[in-house]
C-alpha cells in the first residue's frame, strides 16, 4: 500500500473538499461517540471516563481520517474527481441577472400555486359543509 498522492496536480480542489468533507463528517461522528460513551461509562472513575472518553473518540477519528485520505487517492475515486473538476469548468455558468429573474419565477410561481391550492380547499371545504360531511 502506497501513500503517495495518486495524479498530484490533478482535481486538487475536488479531492481537498472532499478530504475536509469526510474528516468533518467523522469528527461529528466523533463527537457523538464522545457524548454517548460519557452516558455509557457510567460509575467508573472520574479520571478513567474522562481518559476513555477522549482517547476512543480520538483514535476512531484518527483511523477514519486515514481511511478518507485512502479512499480519496484510491485510483478509480481519484479519475473520478479529477474527471468531474474537468467537467465542472466546461459548464457555462448563467450570469447574476438571469439567476435573479430565474429566482424571481419561481418565488412568485410557487406563491401562485399555494394561492390556487388554498383556494381550491377552501371551496373544497364550504362544498362538503354545504353537503353536511363536515360539520365545522
Not at 461529528?28 to 454517548?36: A, D, H, P, Q, R
Not at 478518507?68 to 459548464?91: Q, R, S, W
Request: hydrophobic share 50%.
Amino acid at each position: 500500500m502506497k501513500l503517495t498522492i495518486y495524479k498530484k496536480g490533478q482535481g486538487y480542489y475536488t479531492r481537498l473538499c472532499s478530504t475536509f468533507a469526510g474528516i468533518a463528517i467523522a469528527a461529528i461522528g466523533c463527537y457523538s461517540l464522545k457524548v454517548s460513551l460519557e452516558s455509557w461509562l457510567g460509575n467508573i472513575n472520574v479520571t478513567t471516563k474522562q481518559w476513555l472518553t477522549a482517547i476512543i473518540p480520538l483514535g476512531v477519528l484518527i483511523v477514519l481520517s486515514f481511511l478518507v485520505y485512502l479512499l480519496v487517492n484510491k485510483p478509480k475515486c481519484a479519475d473520478f474527481m479529477i474527471e468531474t473538476e474537468g467537467e465542472m469548468k466546461k459548464v457555462n455558468w448563467p450570469a447574476r441577472k438571469e439567476i435573479i429573474a430565474s429566482t424571481k419565477v419561481v418565488i412568485l410561481t410557487v406563491i401562485a400555486l399555494a394561492a390556487l391550492i388554498a383556494v381550491i380547499d377552501l371551496t373544497f371545504h364550504e362544498l362538503f359543509r354545504f353537503v353536511g360531511i363536515i360539520t365545522v
